[in-house]
C-alpha cells in the first residue's frame, strides 16, 4: 500500500509528525520515524539490527545538507527543546511510504527564482541488516549542474540498546576506521568495545541522475 504526504513550511513543523513509517526486514532489523524526518520516540532511527543481546540502533539518523554555490540547504530534521533543528523539513514538498522504501523530495529555491528538486530514498533490504540511502537529482537548471551540486553527509552512531537513550560520546571517534577507498567508494567501518555488531557505511558515486 502506497501512501503519500504533501507538505508545506506554512503547516509548521508538527503537521505529520503524528505519522510514522516502518521499515523491516525478515531478520527483524528494522528503521522507523516520521513523516517529518524527525525522530520522536526512542525507538526512532535509521537503521536499528537484531543481535543476540537484543536490538541495537546502530544508526540514529544522518544529518545531511547540499550546497550550491556557497548556499546550504539542509535536509535532516531533529527535535530539541523549543526547536527543531537542522530545518530540512522546511524544504520537503512530498513524502511517499509504500511500506517497502520510504522517499522524500526536497525544494530547493535559487536566488535566481529556479529551483533544484532533490529525491532521497531509504530502504531496508530484505536478507540482511543494510540501509539503503539514495539520492536522486530529479531537476536542476544547467547552469547549477555546470557549477556543481555538492552533498554532505554526517552520520549520528549511537550502538546503544534500542530501548534506551545516550548521551554523545567523543570516545567513539577511536572506534572509527576507514575502508578501502576508490575515487567512487569511500567509507569506514565502526567497531564499538561494548559488543554490538560493526557498523559499515559505504558511500558510493552514480551516475547522474540514476
Not at 57 to 62: E, G, N, R, V
Not at 105 to 123: H, S
Request: proline content about 7%; aromatic content about 8%.
Amino acid at each position: 500500500m502506497k501512501h503519500s504526504f504533501f507538505l508545506s513550511a506554512s503547516a509548521g513543523i508538527y503537521a505529520g509528525i503524528s505519522r510514522e513509517w516502518l521499515l523491516t526486514n525478515a531478520r527483524g532489523d528494522y528503521a522507523s520515524g516520521t513523516v517529518r524526518g524527525c525522530a520522536t520516540r526512542r525507538y526512532h532511527g535509521l537503521l536499528c539490527a537484531q543481535t543476540a543481546s537484543g536490538k541495537r540502533m546502530l544508526l540514529s539518523s544522518i544529518e545531511d545538507c547540499v550546497r550550491i554555490q556557497g548556499r546550504e540547504y539542509p535536509l535532516s530534521c531533529r527535535l530539541h527543546p523549543g526547536i527543531a533543528w537542522p530545518e530540512g523539513w522546511k524544504l520537503e514538498s512530498s513524502v511517499e511510504y509504500n511500506g517497502k522504501e520510504i522517499a522524500r523530495v526536497f525544494k530547493l529555491p535559487l536566488e535566481n527564482g529556479g529551483c533544484v528538486l532533490l529525491r532521497r530514498t531509504a530502504q531496508l533490504c530484505a536478507q540482511e541488516c543494510r540501509l539503503l540511502i539514495r539520492y536522486q537529482l530529479l531537476s536542476a537548471p544547467q547552469s547549477e549542474q555546470n557549477k556543481g551540486i555538492e552533498l554532505f553527509a554526517r552520520p549520528l552512531v549511537s550502538c546503544r540498546p534500542a530501548d534506551y537513550l545516550c548521551h554523545a560520546d567523543p570516545a567513539f571517534a577511536s572506534d572509527l576506521h576507514p575502508t578501502d577507498t576508490t575515487p567512487t567508494n569511500a567509507g569506514f567501518f565502526l567497531q564499538p568495545n561494548s559488543g554490538p555488531p560493526p557498523l559499515i557505511m559505504n558511500i558510493c558515486a552514480a551516475a547522474q541522475n540514476r
